[in-house]
């Protein structure tokens, strides 16, 4: 068995379940060829990994219709020593909530499916606090979107040195460490303020919310939903999305990448020394106060851009109309490539159409402007 006959024949087998475990399970399966084949490995190794379509769907029978599903909120007891916890390490999937509060020692509360909960172990070595499933078997609890689902909401006392999550779905509120990295298969990533030296969030179906976030860097990427940032302070930033939009607000960066390959790209942010955006298939907006370098390339959508100052500014776009601002731009380099028409500068009260390069006065510098277009519109407007 190949890999399109597997997922085939997982697709077939799942369709006496819900839509959203369906879908979650399958986005799973699709993940993992990914991995494995990055990693060089064959399908039938990879097959292997997952076990058996007949393995999972028991699983989830098991699971799903278990008399003993019912609701229930327990909290479970630690082993080893929990007082002196540094690291958290989580890989379990359920719906997460962590939070710091006024506790001596972490403290985790678990509700939902019975049997899901009795699967769990909460764990310390060495200053690690570890949960984890029971069981290895890769499908024996795999969706977190059963009825009952199963919840986890740990409260922490203070900073960790690392904290390391893939799960279902994450909503972190207030938490501080060295390293914060968290992972889910196809659900949403929400953190409200929190701190961390270096923050990774990755998920492969949902979105991913942050606000009040402080970080050194910020790395954010998903496959299939919008990235959406507000008041956040990160000098080096990277934000990716497969299939979604990417917007951020009250952005504070010394060095912003974002890269959007089906939505559209949506920048506020105050001064930055280097802004690169690129959308292949959406509109790029940009507002920023200053950049010392700003490019932003889109393949099928528009670009508007307003810049108080900047020394650099390459803009380009296949398929629509560029319209940039700039206050000030004394010394600076314009560069502008539309497939699409018309071009012209506003400076001032005069405008004026054109075609190849040219340069003009700002201040007391010279501002150097190549803009070429082969259909669209491309605006320049320039305050002196």
């Known amino acids: 068995m190949n890999k399109s006959e597997y997922l085939e024949c997982m697709k077939s087998a799942l ?8 879908a979650e399970i399958m986005a799973e399966c699709i993940k993992a060829f990914a991995e494995g084949e990055l ?11 997952l076990g058996s ?75 690690t606090m570890c949960l984890r499933w029971r069981s290895e078997s890769r499908w024996a609890h795999r969706s977190f979107r ?15 040195d690392t904290i390391d999550v893939r799960t279902g779905s994450l909503d972190a509120e207030g938490i501080t460490a060295d390293t914060f990295t968290a992972s889910t298969a196809g659900g949403n990533l929400r953190f409200t303020s929190c ?14 919310d942050l606000s009040g976030i402080r970080t050194g860097a910020l790395n954010a990427s998903t496959s299939g939903g919008d990235i959406d940032i507000d008041s956040a302070e990160a000098p080096e ?11 951020t607000k009250g952005l504070v ?18 001064d930055c020394r280097s802004i690169n955006v690129r959308s292949s298939g959406g509109d790029v907006s940009i507002c920023c106060k200053n950049a010392c370098s700003l490019s932003a390339v889109t393949a099928g959508g528009d670009i508007k851009a307003s810049v108080a100052d900047a020394n650099s500014i390459s803009l380009t776009s296949s398929g629509g109309d560029i319209d940039l601002k700039l206050r000030n731009g004394e010394g600076a380099s ?9 071009n012209a500068l506003e400076h001032g009260e005069t405008k004026q159409i054109f075609k190849g390069s040219f340069g003009c006065v700002v201040g007391s510098g010279r501002t150097a402007v190549d803009i070429r277009s082969h259909g669209g519109d491309t605006s320049i407007s320039i305050n002196c």
């Not at 369709?15 to 369906?22: C, H, Q, V």
């Not at 059963?146 to 960790?160: D, S």
């Not at 930033?237 to 917007?247: E, N, P, Q, V």
């Not at 314009?334 to 018309?342: E, L, V, Y």
Request: glycine share 10%.
């Open 146 to 160: 059963l009825r009952p689902p199963l919840n986890i909401t740990i409260v922490l006392p203070r900073r960790m």
């Open 39 to 49: 990693a060089g490995k064959t399908d039938a190794q990879i097959i292997e990994e």
């Open 53 to 127: 379509v007949d393995e999972c769907v028991e699983a989830l029978r098991e699971l799903t219709h278990a008399p003993d599903s019912a609701e229930h909120d327990v909290v479970l007891p630690f082993t080893g020593d929990y007082a002196d916890v540094r690291h958290i390490k989580l890989n379990i999937h359920a719906k997460v909530e962590l939070a710091s509060g006024d506790v001596t020692y972490p403290d985790v509360k678990i509700s939902g499916n019975r049997k899901l909960i009795d699967e769990c172990v909460v764990e310390t070595v060495d200053g």
């Open 15 to 22: 369709s006496e379940f819900d839509a959203d475990s369906m």
């Open 334 to 342: 314009i560069k502008c490539a539309s497939a699409g028409g018309t």
């Open 253 to 270: 960066s010394n060095k912003l990448s974002a890269v959007s390959s089906g939505g559209d790209v949506g920048i506020d942010c105050g």
């Open 237 to 247: 930033c990277s934000l990716k999305t497969a299939g979604g939009d990417i917007k």
């Open 195 to 208: 701190t961390a030296s270096r923050f990774e969030c990755r998920t492969a179906g949902g979105d991913i």
